[in-house]
């Protein structure tokens, strides 16, 4: 991984504000692709079965997003807004792009208080404990976009990974 960290930001307290009054759908169907895309790759089901059925939320606060999801029989799925969730994760972006690329761990997070997560303990945990179990690194190699280039090209696919620097 690279030595570059994603700088201090916030958005514009003016763009929550437009953003919380647009539809949450598109970005909770953008979430739940992304977590679908994971699921059985690097998120493992058997691990996530007590999700299934749950009103899981997340909150990205400076955004102005709250989305609502649920892990049904076939993967994620957004839920209609509203109700009580039985989870909700509250963050600002830069702190859910960090937590994704692994600048953070959950833990600094939560005891900074800029990882708030409300409802029942045990589903915290389970998405906690999922989130430091992930081998980023290793997921990182799989899905570099080299990688991932070379497995969709057909004249490529079977052939060995040469060095750059090899003639």
Same mark, same amino acid.
């Given at each position: 991984?690279?030595?570059?960290?994603?700088?201090?930001?916030?958005?514009?307290?003016?763009?929550?504000?437009?953003?919380?009054?647009?539809?949450?759908?598109?970005?909770? $169907?953008?979430?739940?692709?992304?977590?679908? @895309?994971?699921? +059985? *790759?690097? &998120?493992?089901? %058997?691990?996530?079965?007590? !999700?299934?059925?749950?009103?899981?939320?997340?909150?990205?606060?400076?955004?102005?997003?709250?989305?609502?999801?649920?892990?049904?029989?076939?993967?994620?799925?957004?839920?209609?807004?509203?109700?009580?969730?039985?989870?909700?994760?509250?963050?600002?972006?830069?702190?859910?792009?960090?937590?994704? $690329?692994?600048?953070?761990?959950?833990?600094? @997070?939560?005891? +900074? *208080?800029? &990882?708030?997560? %409300?409802?029942?303990?045990? !589903?915290?945990?389970?998405?906690?404990?999922?989130?430091?179990?992930?081998?980023?690194?290793?997921?990182?190699?799989?899905?570099?976009?080299?990688?991932?280039?070379?497995?969709?090209?057909?004249?490529?696919?079977?052939?060995?990974?040469?060095?750059?620097?090899?003639?």
């Amino acid at each position: 991984m690279s030595s570059f960290r994603i700088p201090a930001f916030t958005l514009p307290a003016p763009l929550a504000r437009l953003a919380s009054h647009l539809p949450q759908r598109p970005p909770t $169907l953008a979430l739940t692709t992304a977590l679908n @895309l994971a699921l +059985g *790759r690097v &998120l493992s089901r %058997e691990d996530l079965e007590p !999700l299934t059925g749950r009103h899981l939320r997340m909150r990205v606060r400076d955004a102005g997003l709250t989305l609502d999801f649920t892990l049904g029989p076939r993967g994620f799925v957004p839920l209609a807004s509203g109700g009580e969730p039985d989870l909700t994760l509250t963050a600002n972006v830069r702190d859910y792009i960090a937590l994704a $690329l692994r600048e953070e761990d959950p833990d600094t @997070l939560f005891f +900074g *208080r800029r &990882l708030l997560m %409300e409802g029942a303990t045990d !589903l915290g945990l389970l998405v906690k404990n999922t989130l430091d179990a992930i081998d980023w690194d290793a997921l990182h190699a799989e899905y570099a976009p080299s990688s991932v280039l070379r497995r969709l090209n057909p004249l490529t696919r079977n052939r060995p990974q040469q060095s750059l620097g090899a003639h």
